[in-house]
């Protein structure tokens, strides 16, 4: 098997082939995400791809990039994925230019998970900032097992390796075999905010009283106001940047 890369500027019938959700209930519904996320495919199309196998007509995965501008430094990183995304429709929106691409997501078929297609996602983002003369690939990942740890502060989970000195999450440790490199843990990335019924819908749990609760797949608390009828939440991330040029 030997999928095609398509952009969505190539092929924008194939959004619409993609059948499969990897995302739990609650990462569905961020502030800032769920304003812009439909515009990626209008306002970033080419930013925008597919795996496609061609053979069995599938869509195997999506990813989702955005064009920023960055100086380069940790200090210059955008206030984590509501930021970056702020920060770059307002830039294509006032005419500016890009200098760097980021990473928003990658989303693979279920069924062929575990089979090394995160590594041709990676690379096919590389590939975009290459033909596009940036030299900088950054990513805000969301470590696959901080959900396990979800009580960790994510700077010192972050920083956490395995016998061989590689990073102990398997997300973070992907992309550094590839030639990442980690720059900085953002405690409040993305912010999530509801009711206390929508968040109790989303996570299938009761919330009784005020306070901070572990719920299914969170990486961090949830802090719930029933005075105030209110659920937030704020999503931990970590930056790591691939130089592809």
């Given at each position: 098997m030997c999928?095609?890369?398509?952009?969505?500027?190539?092929?924008?019938?194939?959004?619409?082939r993609v059948d499969f959700n990897v995302w739990p209930e609650y990462n569905r519904h961020g502030d800032v995400l769920n304003r812009y996320w439909g515009r990626l495919y209008d306002d970033f199309r080419e930013f925008q791809f597919v795996l496609y196998d061609e053979e069995e007509d599938v869509v195997l995965a999506e990813g989702h990039t955005i064009p920023f501008a960055w100086d380069g430094t940790v200090d210059g990183l955008p206030a984590g994925i509501d930021g970056l995304v702020e920060d770059a429709f307002r830039l294509c929106e006032?005419?500016?230019?890009?200098?760097?691409l980021s990473a928003l997501a990658i989303e693979i078929r279920p069924s062929?998970?575990?089979g090394g297609l995160s590594q041709s996602m990676i690379e096919a983002m590389a590939g975009i900032a290459r033909e596009q003369g940036w030299r900088d690939l950054v990513a805000p990942l969301r470590p696959s097992?901080?959900?396990r740890y979800p009580l960790a502060p994510i700077d010192r989970y972050a920083a956490w390796t395995r016998d061989d000195g590689l990073p102990f999450d398997p997300w973070i440790r992907t992309h550094v075999r590839l030639g990442a490199e980690i720059l900085h843990a953002d405690p409040r990335s993305l912010r999530i905010s509801g009711t206390v019924a929508e968040w109790e819908d989303w996570t299938e749990m009761a919330f009784p009283e005020s306070g901070e609760?572990?719920?299914?797949?969170?990486?961090?608390?949830?802090?719930?106001?029933r005075e105030r009828d209110l659920g937030l939440y704020f999503e931990p991330n970590v930056w790591v940047v691939h130089r592809v040029g």
């Open positions: 999928p095609l890369v398509l952009t969505h500027a190539e092929r924008p019938d194939l959004a619409d006032d005419g500016g230019r890009p200098t760097a062929v998970q575990g097992w901080k959900e609760y572990v719920f299914p797949h969170g990486l961090a608390p949830l802090a719930v106001d």
